[in-house]
């Protein structure tokens, strides 16, 4: 079935450094990958999200990167700082294009 | 700025009872979702619904009803309440299809089924 895989499902790292999250995805046909921030106790938020058709997408300190040929996306966030702490969501879009399919998640602890 | 509200928000039942719970939305969107989000699992899709009367399964639908009778609210019922059923419940909403554009989600509700 489809299948989103994410890793790492926890990631700590100090105030300044970067952190990299990666997902894979099973269905070559996905053509949509949005990245939710969910803060402790808070709904799950797009904070960036990228199509097939384009290999890397930036916004401030945030960036994802797609490679359709190994079906992988990523996030990658620069400069991280204490109010980045959250878990993460990677999606991809189902096969019908009707519903996403998330990873199970990336819990990043930024420490100052 | 209501936008898409859940209630209730918090709620504890019994195994066997029948529970429904409410998502609302203010934005006129066509697609409504509802996800339940357990620890290890992320976030699993149960239905989702592309215009009133149009609904579908999703990853885990069994033991879920819905409806959505009017375009702005999508109830969503456990009829004989199980324990593996205790989870946290997401509503969402979008303009776009599912995967095709952004999802706005609901706060969410914790159910206990004991």
Excluded at chain 2, 8 to 22: A, D, F
Excluded at chain 2, 92 to 108: D, I, K, R, V
């Amino acid at each position: 079935g489809e299948n989103v895989e994410q890793h790492p499902s926890t990631l700590s790292v100090q105030e300044g450094d970067s952190a990299v999250i990666k997902c894979t995805y099973s269905d070559s046909a996905s053509n949509y990958f949005p990245w939710y921030k969910q803060e402790l106790g808070k709904r799950p938020q797009l904070i960036i999200d990228i199509r097939s058709n384009v290999g890397e997408k930036k916004d401030q300190r945030i960036a994802v990167t797609l490679n359709k040929t190994a079906k992988h996306f990523s996030l990658h966030i620069t400069e991280t700082q204490p109010e980045d702490s959250a878990v993460y969501f990677c999606a991809a879009s189902s096969q019908a294009g009707t519903a996403l399919i998330f990873g199970k998640g990336t819990t990043l602890s930024v420490s100052s | 700025d209501a936008g898409i509200t859940q209630s209730p928000r918090y709620k504890i039942t019994e195994t066997g009872r029948q529970v429904t719970l409410m998502c609302h939305q203010t934005w006129s969107h066509s697609y409504m979702f509802w996800y339940r989000q357990d620890l290890g699992h992320g976030l699993r899709l149960i239905y989702y619904s592309a215009a009133a009367d149009i609904t579908d399964k999703g990853e885990v639908p069994d033991g879920y009803v819905v409806s959505r009778s009017k375009t702005e609210n999508f109830p969503l019922t456990l009829e004989s309440a199980t324990r593996s059923q205790t989870s946290v419940y997401f509503c969402a909403s979008s303009e776009l299809s599912g995967g095709a554009g952004e999802q706005f989600f609901g706060p969410g509700t914790r159910l206990t089924v004991l």
